[in-house]
């Protein structure tokens, strides 16, 4: 069974600050995902990882995938109030070529950045 | 370009009244779909996901069903609503290759 563990859940911050999230994955696969959400809405995708070694880059967060360790990392450089949000990684469980598959989530990562 | 629909919003339904949630997809063919679930405070759960019209594969027993009536077309179900199914439902679809997932904006529902 595929695991999915996000760490840390909670994460306080001051405006200004660098932190790093984790994501690590317990099976193979070489597809992980990072999406946004905001109280009371739905998912908004930030960044799709598609090959070991990836590393994308979007203003102030920066993500990166190492399938070998199975683990992702979203870093934040000089946060501001406006990334407050839950941040969620996804696994996709379908192989490359495939044609099927779906998304295993970690349990999120409540992000507040306080000025 | 291609653009996901779900609806209701938000809907209150008493204990024991059926549900029906339905998504459409356009802009494409032959999506894969799916219906995830986020109780409140919590994670997603995959609850259904769907490869072709009538092909629905269920991740967990529960009290709800899904069908695929059409190519872009998801409906979510239940005959009984229970308190526990309150929560917030998200249709996503997906091409069947590396592109992502998109989601929809989501129903909120809560069971009194």
């Known amino acids: 069974e595929l695991k999915v563990e996000q760490n840390p859940l909670f994460l306080s911050m001051q405006e200004g600050k660098n932190y790093t999230i984790y994501c690590n994955y317990s099976?193979?696969?070489?597809?992980l995902y990072w999406y946004r959400q905001d109280p009371g809405k739905s998912l908004e995708s930030l960044f799709v990882?598609?090959?070991?070694?990836a590393v994308k880059q979007e203003g102030r967060l920066m993500a990166s995938l190492d399938t070998k360790a199975r683990l992702s990392t979203l870093h934040i450089t000089a946060a501001v109030h406006d990334l407050s949000a839950t941040y969620f990684c996804?696994?996709?469980?379908?192989?490359?070529?495939?044609?099927?598959?779906?998304?295993?989530f970690g349990k999120g990562t409540k992000l507040s950045v306080k000025p | 370009s291609q653009t996901i629909h779900q609806w209701p919003a938000t809907l209150v339904q008493p204990v024991g009244s059926p549900l029906s949630l339905e998504c459409t997809v356009e802009?494409?063919?032959?999506?894969?779909l799916y219906w995830y679930r986020q109780a409140a405070g919590r994670g997603l759960q995959l609850l259904f996901y769907?490869?072709?019209?009538?092909?629905i594969s269920s991740e967990v027993p529960q009290n709800l069903s899904a069908s695929r009536p059409q190519d872009r077309q998801f409906i979510l179900s239940s005959k009984k609503l229970l308190l526990s199914d309150s929560g917030f439902y998200l249709c996503?679809?997906?091409?069947?290759?590396?592109?992502?997932?998109?989601f929809g904006s989501g129903t909120r529902l809560t069971v009194v």
């Open positions: 996503a679809w997906s091409r069947q290759a590396p592109y992502g997932y998109t």
């Open positions: 099976t193979t696969s070489d597809r």
């Open positions: 990882l598609l090959s070991n070694g």
């Open positions: 996804a696994v996709d469980t379908m192989n490359y070529g495939g044609s099927q598959g779906n998304l295993i």
């Open positions: 802009g494409t063919s032959n999506p894969n």
């Open positions: 769907s490869v072709g019209i009538g092909q």
